[in-house]
Nanobody, 126 residues
């Protein structure tokens, strides 16, 4: 059974930084692309970032380019989201997700991910 456990969320002032972590277990982590999504109250869950199985390729939503970075450590079965220059509009529950099929690259499509974490709250105050 695949489990994804996010951590690192919290309350931060605008302009600050947070690093989210997502620890995975249950299948061979290094075979699967990973993604981060977020959902603000009353809004759809939206794509934030994706990283290929070996970390060689990444994709970021336009709204976070230049501020967020996704990375992974396959030896630790963990994916990270470094968030800098945070804005109040970044406030949301952040979810990590694992792509359904092995050996695939990055994807922005929610339906391409079949395992999800429970989410971690990020609140940015103005």
């Amino acid at each position: 059974q695949v489990q994804l456990v996010e951590s690192g969320g919290g309350l931060v002032q605008a302009g600050g930084s947070l690093r989210l972590s997502c620890a995975a277990s249950g299948r061979t982590f290094s075979r699967y692309a990973m993604g981060w999504f977020r959902q603000a109250p009353g809004k759809e869950r939206e794509f934030v970032a994706s990283i290929s199985h070996n970390g060689g390729n990444t994709a970021l939503a336009d709204s976070v380019k230049g501020r967020f970075t996704i990375s992974r450590d396959n030896a630790k079965s963990t994916v990270y989201l470094q968030m800098n220059s945070l804005k109040p509009e970044d406030t949301a529950v952040y979810y990590c997700a694992q792509r359904a099929l092995a050996w695939r690259g990055t994807t922005t499509t929610r339906g391409d991910y079949d395992y999800w974490g429970q989410g971690t709250q990020v609140t940015v105050s103005s």
